[in-house]
């Protein structure tokens, strides 16, 4: 059975770290896009950061970028993203998810970030909460 299980969330304060992981299990996780989204109450789901199993190309959504940094490591099957200088406005419930449904290049992973194409998992999510 194929899974994307999450962990690594908490309750910081505005300027801190949190570092995300996402372990995939059942399925051919080198050959696949995998990225982070995160979606707040009342709103709508967001791509934050996305890379390609493949070529590890990454894209990263306006509202991260040069905050956060995604990473992948195929032998452990295992996806990161690394938050610094949290804000407020990143708290939300965040989810790890996989795709074939395009080339998994740099290519594929920017089209699951922009949710231009689906996903074939998707984990369970873990929260985030940056405090004041």
């Known amino acids: 059975e194929a899974r994307l299980v999450e962990s690594g969330g908490g309750l910081v304060q505005a300027g801190g770290s949190l570092r995300l992981t996402c372990t995939a299990s059942?399925?051919?996780?080198?050959?696949?896009?995998v990225g982070w989204f995160r979606q707040a109450p009342g709103k709508e789901r967001k791509g934050v950061a996305c890379?390609?199993?493949?070529?590890?190309?990454?894209f990263y959504s306006d509202a991260v970028t040069g905050r956060f940094t995604i990473s992948s490591d195929n032998a452990k099957k295992t996806m990161y993203l690394q938050m610094n200088d949290l804000k407020p406005e990143d708290t939300a419930h965040y989810y790890c998810?996989?795709?074939?449904?395009?080339?998994?290049?740099?290519?594929?992973?920017?089209?699951?970030?922009?949710?231009?194409?689906?996903?074939?998992?998707r984990g369970q999510g873990t929260q985030v909460t940056v405090d004041l």
């Open positions: 890379i390609s199993n493949v070529d590890n190309g990454t």
């Open positions: 059942g399925f051919s996780f080198d050959y696949y896009a």
């Open positions: 998810a996989a795709s074939s449904h395009r080339l998994p290049t740099l290519y594929g992973a920017y089209q699951l970030c922009r949710q231009r194409s689906g996903y074939d998992y």
